[in-house]
């Protein structure tokens, strides 16, 4: 059975860090991409960023890029997104996924599992 959790957010203020895990299982990580995804309050879902396979190749939403930083460890089955400078605007619940084709060069944008998310809070 496939399973991501999400760990990691809370209430920080603004200009604060906070660094999120999704701990994944149920499937062979190391062989796909993977992606976080937030929701704001009252808003649609925003792709945030985005990890190869591998870890070695990365994207970012322009409204995170150069204070949010994606990584993988394929050894320990996780996945993380660092974050620093954090605004208001960054609240919202995030989500892993799990890319939904296998061995995939690079990564997509359909996905296949979803973790529980996990609430980020920028507020002073």
């Known amino acids: 059975e496939v399973q991501l959790v999400e760990s990691g957010g809370g209430l920080v203020q603004p200009g604060g860090s906070l660094r999120l895990s999704c701990a994944a299982s149920?499937?062979?990580?190391?062989?796909?991409?993977m992606s976080w995804v937030r929701q704001a309050p009252g808003k649609g879902l925003e792709w945030v960023s985005a990890?190869?396979?591998?870890?070695?190749?990365?994207s970012y939403a322009d409204s995170v890029k150069g204070r949010f930083t994606i990584s993988r460890d394929n050894a320990k089955n996780t996945l993380y997104l660092q974050m620093n400078s954090l605004k208001p605007e960054d609240t919202a619940v995030y989500y892993c996924a799990k890319d939904l084709v296998f061995g995939r060069t690079g990564w997509g944008d359909r996905y296949d599992y979803w973790g529980q998310g996990t609430q980020v809070t920028v507020s002073s």
């Open positions: 990890i190869n396979s591998g870890g070695g190749s990365t």
């Open positions: 149920g499937f062979t990580f190391s062989s796909y991409a």
